[in-house]
Structures are given as structure tokens and as C-alpha cells.
């Protein structure tokens, strides 16, 4: 069956369309006096940041993540860089001398790179790691002039990683 | 000094001043106020949407080895806006037709132009070499008011033509919403003056502000000159002229494309409109175009309806009265400040009509297109018909 809509019946001021033009021109100069005295909802971006205001979960650039000795907790298994969506991650792992502190893991990342362009950041990388290396942290201004500038190496990654200390089991309730 | 005698001789004299206000109002009030109007139009409607604007680009000093950049509110953006759009690239698709696509920006931004050649605005600065002021307008033509509507429906033209030459849907639609609209309004436009005509007897613009002067501004008919006076037949006209006004207003934001009516170049439906094939420079000129076309109107308006560059007991350039007094005791003011005072009052009056269609702008959601053409056909016309033959039966029967 047809659903028959009304039309609504217009009273005359409202068929004239110019109080309701008035009217409209009333809202929007009150505003702009309102916002000519300084009252704007406007936030200033570069100096002022969402920093404070985003939620804990928030999932910003990927990066790598040091523990609380300065250990670099990713050992280059390369399963971020096999699961990244849209090949974001490349890896070239390395192995760590004998004489290193950290001897005792295997491998390390030479270097590790995120191409900021590509990712999308689903968070698959930080779900697969398994030594819980790569965070997808709050950062979200990411700017550059080029495309190489785009490109986080392992620095990058670190620095704006920093350091998560203590055990991060994700699958427990501590996550 | 002898030497510049030679200035003083009618003819040389009618071309120098000629020439210097051309110059004045190309470059010393148009240009300024498009770069203003739109640095206005976005500062405007972001205050009215509760956002600051452009409010960075300041004076560069840092490049001149300063600490700061002192931010000037954003005022460099007026400068800042052509430089960018003169520097980017000039892109022409292939498949346009060359010359009407050139020529069109250009057949967009000349006709408003023309138009501010008969308006009056101001009164008088010199006293020419044969006694007479020399009077604040281009050429003070006769058939002021005709040449107006004449000149600015040619802007059509260039839209038209953009649209066409583009060889694109989109702008050639909007292209053809642009004529038609243009000859709906037009219509409604000329036959809401007519009431002006009527009461003043002339359509030479001058005359018309000079008519204003003594008796009053069309839209608010009270006259100071020689004292306070108000003639109560008069009662009866102003809600009629109110009407004309309202007209004439409407249909000059439908002329100059402005918001709600400006269909040729919705984006939601057109892309971009007439003008979606053009960049750069040729997309800057359409800009130019439709803000000197909305200055031009304002114009229209204010010498119509508002007294021109009149404002009450403020004198004009020849200073023989004051304060509605024919007066004496201030002559030693100089004319030329008063005619100084008549440009920027006239200038005001601009503004704040540009500041009204910039206000409407972005409070008026726009026209469905047969919303659009119903207004025109239905309601204007017949409106603006019926209040010509009330304003002359004003003036036969209550006019004594
Ligand atoms: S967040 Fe997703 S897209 Fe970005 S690097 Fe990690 S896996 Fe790749
Ligand atoms: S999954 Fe984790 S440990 Fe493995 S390479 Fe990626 S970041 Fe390193």
C-alpha cells in the first residue's frame, strides 16, 4: 500500500518565505557577532593539539617500541611485515653478534620501515607481533614534503615508540 | 604653473579628470574591494559558522631579518589569495574551443565594470574651468539606469560561452541555467525600477541622487534640506517602494549568481558549474567577475534606493549647505573634504551591502531550480507589474 505523506499546510508567513529568510539572517548574525567577540568553536591546530583529548585507545602511526633496559623488542620475524594489509612494513633483519648484550636473541632489525603513505592504520601489525615490538601509538600528524619524508625508518619508529616497560601481555586483561 | 594652463581648457580638462577618475575607480575602489569582498566573504562566514578564518598570513618580516611575523589578522591573505592563483598552473584541456574559452573569463569581468561607469559616486571635488563642479561619475549619461541593465545581462555572455567552449556537461548545464535565469530576473528587475522613474522623473542616475537629496531617499522619504520635511502622501509610497525593493534586491543576487540563486555553479549538481574547466588565472577572473558584479549591484542598489553617496545634512563637494541649512558659516570647510566624505559615504553604503549579500550567503540555503523559475515568472513579475500601476496611482490621486 502507498504511504501517502501530507503535505504540511503553510500558514501565510510561512508561504511568504521572507519572515523565515529574517529569521535565518537574525541566527547567523548572532553568531557572527558571537563569534566576533572571540567566542569560536575553533581550535589552533598546530599550537594546539588533540594530544590530550584523544581516547586511550586511540590508534595513531605504528612504531617500534623499546623495553625499560633500551632492549629493542622486536627479533625480526617478519610476521607484521607479512600480515600489513597494504605492504606498508619492510624488514631487513639482522643478527645480533655474539658479543652483544642481547646475545641471546637471534636477530634484530637492521632496519625497519613504515611507509606512512600506505598504512592504513588497521592495528594488524601490533596484533601479530609476538613479542609485543610494534604499538600503534597516538601520534597523527604526520607531515612531509616528499615521499622518502613519508618513509619512517627504525630511528623514527623508536623515537616516537619510546620506551613500554614491564611484561605487555596483550591477550590478558592488563592489555 | 603657466605651463599647466593648458590643463585648464574644457575639452583637455574633461579628459584629464575623466581619465583620473576611471583610474580611481578601476584601481583605487574596485580592485581593493574584490580582494577585500572576498577576503570579507570568508572571514564573514566563518565567523558565522563559529570558526576564525584566515587569520596566519601577515607581513613577512621575518624575511626582512624581524623575530616575528606580526599576524595582522589575516589581512595578508588579500594579498596573499591572487599571488597564489597567478602562480598556479594554467591548465587547458584539449578539447576546449580555444578562443571562446580565453575570451570568456574576460566577457564575464568586463560588463560589471562598465556598469560602475554611470554611477554616480560622489558628489563633486574640482570646479571645472567653466564654473561647474565636476561631477563624481564616469559619464553621466541619460539613459543612466537602461545602460545599466543593458551592459550588465551582456555578463551572461561569458558564462554562456565558458559553459559551451569548455566541451563539458557540467559547465555547458550550467551555462544554460545561467541564460535562463539571467532572463527571468531580468525582467523583474526592470519593471521594479520602474516605480524609481516614476517619482523621479529621470533615469540619469545623478538626477536621481540629486532627486533624493531633495526630498528624501526613496526608501525612507524623509527630507533635511532647508529643514526637516515630510510630505504624509508620501505615507502610501513607502511600503510600496519597500516592495520594489525587496524586487530589485532579489533579482540582483539572481543577476550576479550570488547565493541562493546560484545555480550555475552548484557544485553539488554541476560539479563545479561553468567554470569546472578552469584554473588559475581564468577561474580567478570569473571570481573577479562575479564580486565586481556584486559591487556593481550594491551600487545599483544604493544609488536607486539610498541616496547614492547622500547622507543626510552631510553636504555635497560644492558645501552651500549644512546640516540642512542653507549656511554660510561653514564655507570655510573646503568643498573638496565634503566631496571626500561623499565618495566614502558612498563607499560605505557599498560595503554594507556587500556585507549584506556575503550575510545572505551563508544563511540561505540555495534555490531548487524550479523554485528558482517559479519565483521569477509567478511571483516577481506580476508583483513588480502590479506595483508600477500602484505607485502611479499614487501619484495621480494622492500626490497633490
Ligand atoms: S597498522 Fe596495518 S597498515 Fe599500518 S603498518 Fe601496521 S599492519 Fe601495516
Ligand atoms: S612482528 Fe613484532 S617482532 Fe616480528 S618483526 Fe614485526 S615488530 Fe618485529
Not at chain 1, 86 to 107: G, H, M, N, Q, S
Not at chain 2, 16 to 24: D, E, P, V
Not at chain 2, 156 to 172: E, Q, R
Not at chain 2, 288 to 316: C, K, Q, R
Request: proline share 6%.
Amino acid at each position: 500500500m502507498a504511504l501517502v505523506v501530507q503535505r504540511p499546510k503553510l500558514s501565510l508567513a510561512e508561504k511568504l518565505y521572507l519572515p523565515a529568510v529574517l529569521g535565518g539572517l537574525m541566527l547567523t548574525i548572532r553568531h557572527f557577532f558571537k563569534s566576533l567577540g572571540g567566542k569560536t568553536e575553533t581550535m589552533q591546530y598546530p599550537e594546539q593539539k588533540w594530544d590530550d583529548k584523544l581516547p586511550e585507545w586511540y590508534r595513531g602511526a605504528p612504531t617500534l617500541v623499546a623495553d625499560e633496559w633500551g632492549r629493542e623488542r622486536c627479533v625480526s620475524c617478519q610476521l607484521c611485515e607479512f600480515i600489513c594489509p597494504p605492504r606498508a612494513i619492510t624488514i631487513t633483519p639482522e643478527e645480533i653478534p655474539r658479543t652483544d648484550v642481547w646475545a641471546k636473541v637471534e636477530k634484530r632489525p637492521k632496519e625497519f620501515e613504515i611507509d606512512m603513505i600506505r598504512c592504513i592504520y588497521c592495528g594488524l601489525c601490533e596484533e601479530v607481533c609476538p613479542e609485543q615490538a610494534i604499538f600503534l601509538r597516538k601520534d597523527y600528524a604526520i607531515t612531509g614534503y616528499s615521499r622518502a619524508e613519508m618513509k619512517h625508518n627504525k630511528a623514527k619508529l623508536y623515537e616516537l615508540g619510546g620506551v613500554m616497560p614491564d611484561v605487555i601481555n596483550k591477550w590478558n586483561d592488563q592489555k | 604653473m603657466d605651463s599647466l594652463n593648458f590643463l585648464q581648457q574644457p575639452i583637455v580638462f574633461l579628459v584629464w579628470t575623466s581619465i583620473l577618475k576611471t583610474l580611481f575607480v578601476l584601481f583605487g575602489a574596485i580592485l581593493p574591494l574584490v580582494s577585500l569582498s572576498v577576503f570579507a566573504e570568508r572571514k564573514v562566514s566563518a565567523f558565522i559558522q563559529d570558526r576564525l578564518g584566515p587569520n596566519r598570513v601577515g607581513a613577512p618580516a621575518s624575511l626582512l631579518g624581524f623575530k616575528k611575523d606580526p599576524h595582522l589578522w589575516g589581512f595578508g591573505q588579500m594579498v596573499a589569495d591572487p599571488i597564489k592563483l597567478l602562480l598556479k598552473e594554467n591548465f587547458i584541456p584539449n578539447s576546449v574551443n580555444k578562443f571562446y574559452y580565453y575570451i570568456a573569463p574576460k566577457l564575464t569581468m568586463i560588463p560589471p565594470l562598465l556598469v560602475l561607469a554611470v554611477i554616480p559616486f560622489g558628489s563633486s571635488f574640482l570646479t571645472g574651468p567653466d564654473g561647474k563642479p565636476v561631477q563624481m561619475v564616469i559619464a553621466n549619461i541619460d539613459v543612466g539606469v537602461l545602460y545599466v541593465f543593458a551592459v550588465s545581462s551582456l555578463g551572461v555572455y561569458g558564462i554562456v560561452l565558458a559553459g559551451w567552449a569548455s566541451n563539458s556537461k557540467y559547465p555547458f548545464l550550467g551555462g544554460i541555467r545561467s541564460s535562463s535565469q539571467m532572463i527571468s530576473y531580468e525582467l523583474a528587475l526592470g519593471l521594479s525600477v520602474v516605480p524609481v522613474f516614476l517619482i523621479c522623473g529621470t533615469i540619469n542616475l545623478s538626477q536621481i541622487v540629486d532627486w533624493q537629496i531633495k526630498n528624501g531617499w526613496l526608501i525612507f522619504p524623509i527630507s533635511v534640506v532647508g529643514g526637516v520635511h515630510f510630505e504624509w502622501w508620501r505615507l502610501a509610497l513607502i511600503p510600496l517602494m519597500g516592495i520594489s525593493f525587496i524586487i530589485f534586491l532579489v533579482s540582483m543576487f539572481a543577476e550576479t549568481n550570488r547565493t541562493p540563486f546560484d545555480l550555475p555553479e552548484a557544485e553539488q549538481e554541476l560539479v563545479g558549474g561553468y567554470h569546472t574547466e578552469y584554473s588559475s588565472m581564468g577561474f580567478a577572473l570569473f571570481f573577479l567577475g562575479e564580486y565586481a558584479a556584486m559591487i556593481a549591484g550594491s551600487g545599483v542598489i544604493v544609488t536607486l534606493f539610498f541616496g547614492g553617496w547622500s547622507l543626510p545634512w552631510i553636504p555635497d563637494g560644492t558645501s552651500t549647505w549644512l546640516f540642512g541649512l542653507e549656511n554660510h558659516v561653514w564655507s570655510w570647510v573646503p568643498g573638496a573634504f565634503w566631496g571626500f566624505v561623499n565618495i566614502n559615504v558612498f563607499f560605505a553604503k557599498v560595503c554594507a551591502f556587500i556585507f549584506f549579500f556575503i550575510w545572505v550567503r551563508w544563511t540561505v540555503p540555495r534555490f531548487r531550480y524550479d523554485q528558482l523559475m517559479r519565483l521569477g515568472w509567478i511571483y516577481f513579475f506580476e508583483i513588480a507589474l502590479a506595483n508600477i500601476f500602484l505607485v502611479a496611482a499614487v501619484l495621480v490621486y494622492l500626490k497633490p
